[in-house]
C-alpha cells in the first residue's frame, strides 16, 4: 500500500455483535487505514455462499487494485469463489509479495513440487488476488490508536436465499495436534538421521528446551512422523524465535517453510548441503552423534524454569 501510495484497508465479515467490532480494532492496530464491515446473522457461521456475496459485493462497489487472504481453510475456500465470480486471476499459497515499477502485484509461490519459485502477475484484470501462506511474513508493530474510518455495507441476501444451512458442530479431533506454526523454539530431523528410531534424539532435545519437535517432507512420507509435524511449503510454515535442523538438506520446499525463523542452526554431515545457504549457524558433523551431546549440555544447563523461558 506505501509502494502504491493508496490506503490499506481490512474487511470484516461475520454477525452483529462485540466480536466483529474487537477484530476491527485489532485491523486498525496492525495498520489499516480504514476498514469495511458487514455484519448479518447469516454469516455468524462461514458458509461460502454468504461470505463470497458479500466480499464480491464489496469489490464490486469499490473497486480494489488488490485483495489478498490468507491461505487458511477458510481463506482458501472463499478466494477460489471469489475470484471465479470476479473472472480475475488468483495466485494461491504465495511465500512473497511485491509491487513492481508498474504498480503490479508480483505474487511469488513455489511450483513443481516446491522445486521453483515462480512470480505470477495478473496483468490485465482487476483485481489483483492472492492468498498468502500464515506465518510466511512477519507481523507488524501492533500499536493501538484510535479507530479510524470505518465503513458498513449490508449483505445483499436474507437466510432463505441461502441453500447450505449450518445443522451442528462436530468436535475437533485435531485439537490436540503440533502448533508449530506459533512455536517460538523447534527442532527437527531430517533423512540424515537414517532410521525412525533416530527422531528420537530429536525429540529429546525438544523436550530438554521446552521446543516443539518436527520434520521435513520424507520423513512423513516415509510414515516416521504424522503429518502435523511436517515442517515446508506442503506443510507448516513456522517463525519462531530459534530452528534447529537436525540432518535435513534444505531443499526448497522445506527453505519457504522456515527462513523466517530468527535463527537457523544447521546440522549435517554434507558441507555442501543447501540448508547452509540460508542457515545463520552451520554445524558440519554427525547428528546421531551430536544431538545426545547437545542434549545433555542444555540438560545440566538449564533449569525448567530456563526452559520455560527460552521457549516463550
Not at 14 to 41: H, N
Not at 169 to 191: K, T
Amino acid at each position: 500500500a506505501d509502494k502504491l501510495e493508496v490506503q490499506l484497508a481490512g474487511v470484516v465479515l461475520g454477525p452483529p455483535g462485540e466480536m466483529v467490532e474487537d477484530a476491527v480494532a485489532e485491523a486498525f492496530a496492525y495498520g489499516a487505514d480504514l476498514v469495511y464491515i458487514v455484519d448479518a446473522p447469516p454469516l455468524a457461521d462461514y458458509r461460502n455462499e454468504p461470505f463470497a456475496k458479500a466480499l464480491t459485493d464489496l469489490v464490486n462497489t469499490h473497486k480494489p487494485e488488490i485483495l489478498l487472504l490468507g491461505a487458511t481453510t477458510l481463506g482458501r475456500d472463499l478466494a477460489g469463489s471469489v475470484a471465479t465470480t470476479l473472472q480475475t486471476g488468483l495466485t494461491a499459497d504465495c511465500t512473497e509479495l511485491d509491487v513492481d515499477s508498474d504498480g503490479s502485484l508480483a505474487a511469488t509461490r513455489p511450483t513443481f513440487g516446491g522445486s521453483l519459485l515462480c512470480t505470477i502477475y495478473t496483468l490485465n484484470y482487476r483485481p489483483q488476488m492472492a492468498t498468502v501462506r500464515p506465518r510466511v511474513m512477519p507481523m507488524p508493530q501492533r500499536v493501538d490508536k484510535p479507530v479510524g474510518r470505518v465503513m458498513r455495507h449490508k449483505l445483499s441476501l436474507v437466510e432463505d436465499d441461502i441453500v447450505t444451512k449450518v445443522l451442528g458442530f462436530l468436535p475437533d479431533n485435531q485439537s490436540a495436534m503440533a502448533n508449530l506454526a506459533y512455536a517460538d523454539v523447534v527442532v527437527a530431523g531430517g533423512l540424515g538421521l537414517g532410521a525412525a528410531e533416530n527422531l528420537q534424539l530429536v525429540k529429546n532435545l525438544a523436550r530438554a528446551i521446552g521446543a516443539e519437535h518436527g520434520c521435513s517432507r520424507p520423513l512423513v512420507q516415509k510414515g516416521w512422523m504424522p503429518a502435523d509435524r511436517q515442517i515446508g511449503q506442503t506443510g507448516k510454515t513456522i517463525r519462531p524465535k530459534l530452528y534447529i535442523a537436525a540432518g535435513i538438506s534444505g531443499a526448497i520446499q522445506h527453505r519457504v517453510g522456515v527462513e523466517g525463523a530468527d535463527l537457523i542452526v544447521a546440522i549435517n554431515t554434507d558441507p555442501n548441503a543447501p540448508i547452509f545457504e540460508f542457515a545463520h549457524l552451520g554445524i558440519v558433523t554427525d547428528a546421531i552423534r551430536f544431538l545426545p551431546a547437545l542434549t545433555e549440555a542444555f540438560t545440566r544447563r538449564l533449569s525448567p524454569h530456563s526452559r520455560d523461558k527460552l521457549a516463550s
